[in-house]
């Protein structure tokens, strides 16, 4: 397989390309996805096209069906609400272990990538906020002291569909008093209340969108007695 001079494959690039378009909403859930057409968009044979769709399969963004090809992953509930769980479990113990390990002179980072997402909001760039807010978030969990269990949150994150939440205008401004309360707990080096402003930020955002996936409000699965 040939290498770009950075050292990125054809098969990376294809992924990180058709990754980008999901989740920016060029390619709507449920369409297709032809081998010889995606091989022209990306000048590529059909050898990587294959590799790079079978990354994506196991990511969750695509699926394949005998005789039916390779379509965009359509978004299941019930998948959805295991995948909330396990992020709200992992994040929250990613960020308490990483509040302790972040210099004040670090967390001006994380307070510049506020101010950023704030101009992105500000413009309307609904895919570079969602890139910037991931950026933010994987600022914590970079510095977490477990590199596994980062990219154990990163292949979570790739799964989730950040696409439908590009639309999501009336969160705005409970996502940025959320991603407030997290920088705050980390100044005062509180590891259990970043554990938990993360927790709660994760539980609100999710339940914002399985009320859209479904067209109705939801109990919290994380919640025990929740069925």
């Not at 060029?26 to 050898?47: C, Y």
Request: charged share 35%; net charge negative; with cysteine.
């Amino acid at each position: 397989m040939t290498a770009s001079p950075a050292g990125v494959t054809k098969r990376d690039l294809i992924v990180a390309g058709l990754r980008r378009r999901i989740l920016a909403r060029e390619l709507e859930r449920g369409s297709r996805l032809r081998q010889d057409e995606v091989a022209e968009w990306f000048d590529s044979s059909i050898t990587p096209v294959r590799e790079a769709l079978r990354i994506l399969e196991v990511e969750g963004l695509v699926t394949s069906e005998a005789h039916r090809g390779v379509r965009v992953a359509g978004v299941d509930i019930e998948n959805l609400k295991a995948l909330y769980i396990t992020r709200r479990l992992t994040e929250a113990y990613a960020m308490e272990r990483a509040t302790p390990r972040i210099s004040r002179h670090e967390l001006r980072k994380a307070e510049r990538l506020l101010h950023e997402l704030d101009e992105l909001s500000a413009v309307g760039d609904s895919a570079g906020r969602n890139a910037k807010n991931e950026e933010f978030h994987f600022f914590f969990y970079d510095r977490c002291g477990l590199p596994g269990l980062r990219d154990d949150i990163e292949a979570r994150w790739r799964a989730f569909p950040w696409d439908l939440t590009l639309d999501s205008a009336e969160r705005l401004g409970d996502v940025r008093g959320e991603h407030a309360a997290i920088v705050d707990a980390v100044r005062r080096v509180d590891p259990a209340g970043a554990a938990e402003a993360v927790s709660r930020h994760i539980a609100n955002g999710f339940l914002q969108l399985a009320a859209k996936v479904t067209g109705e409000a939801i109990e919290d699965p994380f919640d025990i007695e929740s069925d």
